[in-house]
């Protein structure tokens, strides 16, 4: 099946520092999602981005589909930016056998 | 708009019990997606239905089960459950296939 990486594992940030998260995938995707996953354990959508770029406030996104890998920054971090983020690709395999495979994830820790 | 709906929010049952969970998608969402996030195992593709039928299911035995209404809500069971099945099921809608998903809360299960 297809490989989703993501870097850095861990993340540790100090309060306004810009930060960049890394998403390779291993094969062609039909879509890509980036979340972040508050305490409670609820995916909150940052992005749909299967190719481009996006930016919404903050934060901004670009999938580069023909090299395999998406990246998330983060700018002028804030406490409430910490918690894991996830990268999800779309992929059919067997003609329509189609899932979302997240990666590991980043914990990305924002101190005051 | 209501959001992807879950319940219940917790649940603890012991080994060898069933449970069933229960999602209600996006109005006008078809498409309806089951995850497993268990500690250290990451977030695993379960179960995906699509007007009714299942579409795709993951690498998971078959006491893992699951249907979706003509009103697109959707249940997954567990039979025989395992310490392991200890996890927080997420559930996830999208208009249709390859679009982007949309998150539940999720059901954290406990297995004594």
């Known amino acids: 099946g297809i490989q989703v990486e993501q870097s850095p594992p861990d993340l540790i940030l100090q309060e306004g520092a810009n930060s960049t998260l890394r998403c390779n995938f291993s094969d062609s995707v039909n879509n890509l999602q980036w979340f972040h996953q508050n305490p409670w354990g609820q995916l909150i959508n940052l992005f749909y981005?299967?190719?481009g770029t996006k930016q919404n406030g903050r934060l901004s996104a670009t999938t580069v589909a023909t090299e395999r890998y998406s990246l998330l920054y983060i700018s002028s971090s804030q406490t409430t930016d910490s918690g894991v983020y996830f990268c999800a690709v779309g992929f059919v395999s067997g003609g329509s056998n189609y899932k979302l495979t997240f990666g590991k994830g980043t914990l990305l820790t924002v101190n005051p | 708009e209501a959001g992807v709906t879950q319940s219940p929010t917790h649940l603890i049952k012991t080994r060898g019990q069933q449970v069933t969970l229960r999602c209600s998608p996006i109005?006008?969402?078809?498409?309806v997606y089951w995850y497993q996030q268990a500690l250290g195992l990451g977030l695993q593709f379960l179960l995906w239905?699509?007007?009714?039928?299942?579409?795709n299911r993951g690498n998971f035995p078959p006491r893992f089960s699951g249907r979706q209404f003509p009103n697109y809500s959707s249940e997954l069971n567990v039979n025989a459950l395992e310490l392991e099945d200890s996890a927080l099921y997420l559930c996830?809608?999208?208009?249709?296939?390859?679009?982007?998903?949309?998150f539940g809360p999720g059901t954290r299960l406990t297995v004594l």
């Open positions: 996830a809608s999208s208009l249709d296939t390859y679009n982007e998903q949309f």
């Open positions: 981005i299967p190719s």
């Open positions: 109005s006008g969402h078809t498409s």
């Open positions: 239905y699509d007007e009714g039928e299942e579409r």
